[in-house]
């Protein structure tokens, strides 16, 4: 079956840069959406189409794809953006596929 | 404002069944597909099944078909899951999901109900 890979955990410190990715060999022909997932929460989708932000995400999300890879970005991060965060796209016959979550520690 | 609120779990021995409903309000129901994903106890998200606007597509994830199924009523706004044969492993809070597409994504979640199959 399809499978979207996403690394466990990644930590970084207020105010830097994290870049999670996402790896599927699919992504090149289908879209990939990104979730957030705060503890005891639902999911809040971040980014849609790759790259595209819903209204009301703060500008310092953004996406972006090459080949195999899907990344999404948080510049400047923040102590509230710690969370899980998951891809997800669709398998060859269009059925909804998740990554594994990425948690994302800001220390 | 977009709601989603399920309910109807809660704790079933194995083997037993639960049906869960989401009611939805806020936006044109009959307009959209909708999903069940579930999140396992410490464990991340999997997508359960879904269900064109007018009933007419159903999908399911493997690990659950012939033993769930999806169902919604257009007219009461309300989405169901009929969960038959449940097993430990299908443990987990569920939620409902509005989706753009048969393939997502998932604009809006509901809050979540916690199905606990257990003995």
């Known amino acids: 079956s399809y499978e979207l890979t996403q690394p466990p955990s990644v930590s970084v410190s207020p105010g830097q840069t994290a870049r999670i990715t996402c790896s599927g060999d699919?992504?090149?022909?289908?879209?990939a959406y990104w979730y957030q997932q705060k503890p005891g929460q639902a999911p809040v989708l971040v980014i849609y189409?790759?790259?595209e932000r819903p209204s009301g995400i703060p500008e310092r999300f953004s996406g972006s794809s090459s080949g195999t890879t899907v990344t999404l970005t948080i510049s400047g991060v923040q102590a509230e953006d710690e969370a899980d965060y998951y891809c997800?796209?669709?398998?060859?016959?269009?059925?909804?596929?998740f990554g594994g979550g990425t948690k994302l520690t800001v220390l | 404002e977009v709601q989603l609120v399920e309910s109807g779990g809660g704790l079933v021995q194995p083997g037993g069944s639960l049906r869960l409903s989401c009611a939805a309000s806020?936006?044109?129901?009959?307009?959209?597909?909708m999903s069940w994903v579930r999140q396992a106890p410490g464990k991340g998200l999997e997508w359960v099944a879904n269900?064109?606007?007018?009933?007419?597509?159903?999908y399911y994830v493997d690990s659950v078909k012939g033993r769930f199924t999806i169902s919604r009523d257009n007219a009461k706004n309300s989405l169901y899951l009929q969960m038959n044969s449940l097993r430990a492993e299908d443990t987990a809070v569920y939620y409902c999901?509005?989706?753009?597409?048969?393939?997502?994504?998932?604009?809006?979640w509901g809050q979540g109900t916690l199905v606990t199959v257990s003995s």
């Open positions: 189409k790759d790259s």
């Open positions: 997800q796209s669709a398998d060859s016959s269009l059925h909804v596929v």
């Open positions: 269900i064109k606007q007018d009933g007419s597509e159903k």
């Open positions: 699919a992504l090149p022909k289908q879209y």
């Open positions: 999901a509005q989706c753009g597409y048969s393939y997502g994504p998932f604009d809006y």
């Open positions: 806020g936006f044109t129901f009959s307009s959209y597909w």
